[in-house]
């Protein structure tokens, strides 16, 4: 049997007008592609009775199975299971079974049942009902056209547990689900355009495909392998890649590169603090994200000012007069008169230019201190970047710093090529 | 005319998978509704050359305008432009002035543009450019079938600016937007239900209308103003709003808090630093995350250990021994150490438990001691939150934190009445 075409309709006008986020859509996609379907289209649309009929109509003429979910309550906007009736051209009846399921619901609680709530159980008469341990709304699934439509309510935890239960298990068994395996590499450094050419270079089993998806300064890299030796051939095509790439990695999956960093750390018994200056808080942020960091996170100081660098890292005022506040000699000074103050194993410090002002013809914005002192040690280097505008300067700046920690902790070359970012100087003392 | 009819179809494998939440269509959905257009429906498709070219086709018989964002990329999976062009029925060209435009991007940045990159010059031949001042993914608008399309990235600030600056406007213009004026407040410490309450008891006129998003931890209200009075009646509503109401308000528009606070700071020669231990990073970042900021912010300490408190901010370790690290007599020491050691006019400080470990019966997960050493005293405080896990425990003690500020700087009382948070002490001197 040929991969099944799934396809997701969420209702509602609160949905379509953008006043919340459709959450229930990125889960049944995900649901529907971990059984190996192909999810072909996911619709939204409001609660007006001539779009609903007709996308109910036009779809089933395209896709095997379709989701829908939504507009199943007791109130005059909740226009599914009408919609559904008429799309398939066939009456409404009462569904006794869940009428009296709701009459008792009710008197359970000691109250009558608002005449509103039946219409809850009016379904289209070849409908198969759904069940719904946990409100009043019955999903129901209906086939209109030839192709299997299931119908849940909009109520997150009503519709999840309805697809969970019963229709994702019945969706495998009638429709034959294949077995996936998805790995995602979190990569720096490399454009996406240079990564797509190096990873096409590569041989690749026909049952395995490849994404990627800026999620700046990051480039995620996805490996999707399908049928029954998805998993090795994932792990086979992973194996493979070449150093360059491999260098590149900086987590996996559901890790940040803090999180990689720390785990590290922890496993070393390494301790770690951060001097910065145009970073300001998100190097210290990046680590104490993460939970039980002060495992290994000692402390950081944000030194903003001169004066700041010099009382709280004991930069010598004579560096930063003749070198600048933005220069490999401040940088280095920062890391290791913060590494001598906080006693930290490792120190780590940023110094550069963030803009919009600041910047000069020798130093335009863009231009980055870093400093790594360790147990041997102290690297430092000077680069400079485009000036992608203050906010992605300050994260760029971060993710080199924390790329520096990462390669030295990695045994790698300290002072990696980076697409993009030039390095003016380097040094290792 | 008649309100025209909006499609919005997202394009991408990790949309239609799940593997990432589809934060452009509601961005999208919501700027439409602000036009006064009809968002008829949202589609989502993966990269599939089959499924782009009969979504456009078939949208292209039942809307007005279709706004598509994803797959401009230089990827092999990029495949909008060629679909729109095949949709079209139109062969592509290479649009030189984009081809240059790229060249030169490359080239200033002293790099070979990758032969990749050449495909995102290459569009159907009668597509009207339009530019891309921050990416080398440029959009294009398309008439397929008499249907307006415009085609924007996926990379979510290079689609908002290219429909801010050109999509949108041009939109208003050619389909008729009605006048409107829209103002957004940014509140902090009120429930959304709370809010809705208190602005619906005041008298409105009938072109004014309402909305809230909630941007965890702030509320955002919107007034909205349509026909030719619009401005004058939103000012008139916004000048009648309750004191409890305006109290509330920490930014206006496109104002973050740390921007207000910054501004106040800067007009009366103010100087803060930071000294934070769970916020770890957040706050000074906040503060540096606005251009200009070394105008008023000296330095910043995380002082995440007990050791770098004592070290950095002169905590004496009786106190901490005494009170535990989080309590109301450390963050006043941390805040008054911070001060002195930072020679700033403010200084501002957090111990908190941010979790999921530390927490106890007597001080569980969610508790924090603020602190705000000023010219004539310090404020403390002891708070407590519900767990709502460790990210959001550290956002909201950052703007508990910066809303301290803020209100002192506004001669506000320090200590503000916050819906959800319960204050266990307070003290000034």
Same mark, same amino acid.
């Given at each position: 049997?040929?991969?099944?075409?799934?396809?997701?309709?969420?209702?509602?006008? @609160?949905?379509?007008?953008? #006043?919340?986020?459709?959450?229930?859509?990125?889960?049944?996609?995900?649901? %529907?592609?971990?059984?190996?379907?192909?999810?072909?289209?996911?619709?939204?649309?409001?609660?007006?009775?001539?779009?609903?009929?007709?996308?109910?109509?036009?779809?089933?003429?395209?896709?095997?199975?379709?989701?829908? &979910?939504?507009?199943?309550?007791?109130?005059?906007?909740?226009?599914?299971?009408?919609?559904?009736?008429?799309?398939?051209?066939?009456?409404?009846?009462?569904?006794?079974? =869940?009428?009296?399921? +709701?009459?008792?619901?009710?008197? $359970?609680?000691?109250?009558?049942?608002? *005449?509103?709530?039946?219409?809850?159980?009016?379904?289209?008469?070849?409908? %198969?009902?759904?069940?719904?341990?946990?409100?009043?709304?019955?999903?129901?699934?209906?086939?209109?056209?030839?192709?299997?439509?299931?119908?849940?309510?909009? /109520?997150?935890? @009503?519709?999840?547990?309805?697809?969970?239960?019963?229709?994702?298990?019945?969706?495998?068994?009638?429709?034959?689900?294949?077995?996936?395996?998805?790995?995602?590499?979190?990569?720096?450094?490399?454009?996406?355009?240079?990564?797509?050419? =190096? +990873?096409? !270079?590569?041989?690749?089993?026909? *049952?395995?495909?490849?994404?990627?998806?800026?999620?700046?300064?990051?480039?995620?890299?996805?490996?999707?392998?399908?049928?029954?030796?998805?998993?090795?051939? /994932?792990? !086979?095509?992973?194996?493979?890649?070449?150093?360059?790439?491999?260098?590149?990695?900086?987590?996996?999956?559901?890790?940040?590169?803090?999180?990689?960093?720390?785990?590290?750390?922890?496993?070393?018994?390494?301790?770690?603090?951060?001097? #910065?200056?145009?970073?300001?808080?998100? $190097?210290?942020?990046?680590?104490?994200?993460?939970?039980?960091?002060?495992?290994?996170?000692?402390?950081?100081?944000?030194?903003?000012?001169?004066?700041?660098?010099?009382?709280?890292?004991? %930069?010598?005022?004579?560096?930063?007069?003749?070198?600048?506040?933005?220069?490999? @000699? %401040?940088?280095?000074?920062?890391?290791?008169?913060? !590494?001598?103050?906080? #006693?930290?194993? +490792?120190? +780590?410090?940023?110094?550069?230019?963030?803009?919009?002002?600041?910047?000069?013809?020798?130093?335009?914005v863009g231009t980055l201190g870093l400093g790594l002192a360790t147990e041997s040690g102290c690297y430092s280097q000077l680069l400079v970047m485009p000036d992608f505008g203050?906010?992605?300067?300050?994260?760029? &700046?971060?993710?080199?710093?924390?790329?520096?920690?990462?390669?030295?902790? &990695?045994?790698?070359?300290?002072?990696?090529?980076?697409?993009?970012?030039?390095? $003016?100087? !380097?040094?290792?003392?």
């Amino acid at each position: 049997m040929s991969v099944p075409r799934v396809e997701i309709i969420s209702t509602g006008e @609160e949905v379509i007008h953008g #006043e919340l986020v459709d959450t229930n859509a990125v889960w049944l996609s995900q649901k %529907v592609v971990e059984l190996g379907f192909h999810v072909q289209r996911r619709i939204t649309v409001g609660d007006r009775m001539s779009d609903l009929v007709s996308v109910f109509r036009e779809r089933a003429a395209h896709a095997d199975v379709v989701v829908v &979910s939504g507009g199943l309550g007791p109130t005059t906007d909740d226009l599914t299971a009408e919609a559904a009736a008429l799309a398939k051209g066939e009456p409404r009846v009462i569904f006794e079974e =869940w009428a009296q399921h +709701l009459r008792d619901r009710f008197s $359970l609680r000691g109250r009558e049942m608002p *005449d509103n709530n039946l219409k809850q159980a009016l379904l289209a008469e070849s409908a %198969v009902l759904v069940d719904n341990p946990i409100g009043t709304a019955c999903g129901f699934r209906l086939d209109i056209d030839g192709t299997r439509f299931y119908f849940t309510p909009g /109520v997150p935890r @009503e519709m999840k547990r309805m697809m969970s239960e019963i229709i994702l298990p019945e969706m495998a068994h009638d429709f034959g689900a294949q077995k996936r395996c998805l790995r995602r590499l979190h990569t720096f450094g490399v454009s996406e355009a240079r990564m797509d050419e =190096w +990873l096409n !270079q590569m041989p690749r089993h026909q *049952d395995i495909s490849l994404g990627f998806r800026a999620h700046l300064p990051l480039l995620e890299v996805k490996v999707l392998g399908v049928g029954d030796q998805a998993t090795v051939l /994932v792990e !086979q095509f992973l194996a493979s890649m070449p150093e360059k790439v491999r260098e590149s990695v900086v987590a996996r999956d559901d890790q940040s590169m803090a999180q990689v960093i720390g785990d590290m750390c922890r496993a070393r018994a390494i301790t770690i603090s951060t001097a #910065e200056s145009c970073t300001g808080g998100l $190097l210290a942020d990046a680590f104490i994200h993460v939970a039980g960091s002060s495992d290994y996170f000692v402390e950081g100081a944000i030194t903003y000012s001169n004066r700041a660098k010099q009382n709280r890292c004991d %930069v010598n005022p004579q560096l930063l007069d003749e070198y600048g506040a933005v220069s490999l @000699e %401040v940088a280095r000074a920062m890391a290791l008169g913060m !590494q001598r103050r906080a #006693e930290s194993t +490792l120190a +780590l410090s940023t110094t550069g230019i963030a803009g919009p002002g600041g910047g000069s013809d020798q130093k335009p914005v863009g231009t980055l201190g870093l400093g790594l002192a360790t147990e041997s040690g102290c690297y430092s280097q000077l680069l400079v970047m485009p000036d992608f505008g203050r906010t992605s300067v300050r994260l760029v &700046s971060t993710f080199l710093a924390l790329d520096m920690l990462r390669r030295y902790l &990695s045994g790698l070359d300290v002072f990696a090529p980076y697409e993009m970012i030039k390095r $003016l100087q !380097q040094h290792v003392s």
